[in-house]
């Protein structure tokens, strides 16, 4: 890793002037969601840093976060970051295929010893080695023989994160997370489906900047972006408080854009920053765009009832059983009453 | 030309952030003055509504001094009508803005020449008469 | 299955099941009892306008009592109002309403609601303060009373922690919100709150039997 340049080193030859810099540093605290106090300290740590390898391995997954990734407003400022990572192997991205390809993952990961960073995108069957492949090498294989010399796991998307839709009911293919299998890395999950693409950089810029990971919540998600629910930083809340609520999607609520809790939003119970980093580069986000949340950041959402259904609706099972229990109710009451009118009949003869 | 914006949508404005970021800006004043202390708020990490940066940005106005740097793409340092007040957009090479800060401060720290870059600039320059 | 899960799913649908099983048993059980011949000569005539009568006038504190139960009745009557509207009134627990019965209607902003909730709660502890304090209340209370007042202010409490999001997630308490819903569903039938479907009933035959005898009602 010695002979790797730094950040600063990198920026200086593409002719990045100190005040490029800064701006640089600023746009990434902002990216950290750190305070513009830590700039100078951001500064610092960039102008130092070295350039990482990552390896990004992609198993039953649909690319749609490499897609989110790619869209990310890459260009000069966070592209920067992206020149600076080095990349060693994605199959999709990368211009190498079959023997090749695995030969480059094997390179990097030989070089880079206990250092380089695994991306994972998808989750992994463990039903049948079969069902997923990659040059011949089953997901589990590949995963555990790529993590072996890892610093550190990032899962991508909520397939990698929590099983994902792969893992819905009834699982056919058996898949499991990325954290169902790695123990003995440390794994940050950057779920959504797609994840925000600010935040996937974010985590690498963390990573690059400081060499180190974020802090993470019960569910290994950085608490800088999964902190907070959806709905505590919604800017629809007032109407949540004051009672407003769209009833349909074509009603005057829904023009008003009132709160969409009726609707089914998930965002009580969601925890990502689209409220705010929102989405294509800060245009919206899908309560903006009124539609409520579907609450994809979250572990088996897929799962959680559907997507249109009020988050306080109860599900109180058939009305087959709710007229049993009348049933038994009935049956229950008449033995009680033989028992009483026997009471009666004896308190009556003693009397 | 698009049939979108026929569709008859009225949001109801929420502005909430507007008042709350002003009188931050106050404060930051008050510390300005006070103890010639710099504020930076980033106002990417607050959840506007349609419009909403619009209004703030309205509300404080463009002052007397407007500056343009082009440094890994294009950013917009403006005064705003509130003297010490400074509204700061970056945008990159595609034009789109990457961060957007309000500066209270006598002069935001990227409009004076940079120490590395003035040595750098020396050098330079030196070179031509070498 | 995490914890939210469980509450909307398993443990609402039981106690569900035992509300209305504990229900019916309780109403049929009574039904069916064999009434008691009365040899007497009735007073007055009696009957279901008698009922009637007695179902409304018990509404009001008689005469006699008035100063002394004027405190207790004034927050048992805030408490019971307060918790129809919480219930009833609170947009959440509407669509809640909604997705069972299919039924919809206007809410109250969340401000007033989390007053009343407030007020419900205050004038509770009012009555279990009176209840511990009044010595001859404390010597007719029983275990029935108390776990009855806990698990009718349990959920009270657990609705009003929910917005406070310093303390705890918001999936969380709800979760621990709803489960503690189920806990009152389940007791409701079987102990004092079984007054929730009986109060009438028992008002009713109160005023039959009084005005059989010619008492005063």
Known sequence: MKNKPTVGEILQ???????????????????????????????????????PSVIWLSFQECTGCTESLTRSAAPTVEGLIFDAISLDYHHTLQAASGDQAEAARHAAMEENEGGYLVLVDGSIPM????????????????????VAGAAAVVSIGTCAAFGGIPGANPNPTGAVSVGDLVKDKPIINVPGCPPIPMVMTAVLTQFLTFGQLPEVDK???????????IHDRCYRRPFYEQGKFANTFDDEG?????????????????????????????????????????????????????????????NFGSGAKVAGAAAAGVALGAVAAVAGRRRQAKYTKEA | MTSIDNIGVQVQAVHGNVRPILNEVLHALDKLIDNNETTIIDLAGLPFGPGELDVLEETLGKGELSAQLDALGSSRIQETTYPGVWWIEHRNAHDEVVGRYLEITRIPEILSSQDADICAGRVSLGEQFE | MDLLEFARGPALQWAAYILVAGTIWRIVGIVLLEKKPDYSEPRKSGGYPAAIKVIWTRAFTAEPFAKATLYPKMMAYVMHIGLFAVIFLFTPHIVFFEGWTGFDWPGLPNSVIFFIGVATLVSGVALLVRRLTNPVLKLISNFDDYFSWFVTLLPVVTGLLIPVRAL??????????????????????FGKLGHTFLVFVTRGTTGMVFERRGAKT
Request: net charge positive.
């Open chain 1, 13 to 51: 030859a593409k002719g990045v002037s100190r005040r490029g810099f800064l701006k640089y540093c600023a746009t990434t605290a902002s990216l950290l969601a750190l305070p513009p106090a830590m700039i100078p300290r951001i500064a610092k740590a960039i102008e130092s840093a070295r350039r």
């Open chain 1, 127 to 146: 039903g049948n080695p079969g069902f997923s492949t990659i040059a011949g090498i089953s997901n589990y294989d590949m995963l555990m023989e790529t």
């Open chain 1, 219 to 229: 569910y290994g998600r950085p608490l800088a972006f999964f902190g907070q629910t």
């Open chain 1, 254 to 314: 829904a023009k008003a854009g009132w709160c969409l809790y009726k609707l089914g939003c998930k965002g009580p119970t969601t925890y990502n920053a689209c409220a705010t980093v929102k989405w294509n580069q800060g245009t919206s986000f899908p309560i903006e765009s009124g539609h409520p949340c579907l609450g994809c950041s979250e572990p088996d959402f897929w799962d959680k009832g559907g997507f249109y259904e009020p988050l306080s609706t109860g």
């Open chain 3, 168 to 189: 705890f997630r918001y999936e969380d308490l709800l979760a621990i919100h709803i489960l503690s819903v189920a806990l009152l569903l389940i007791w409701l039938p």
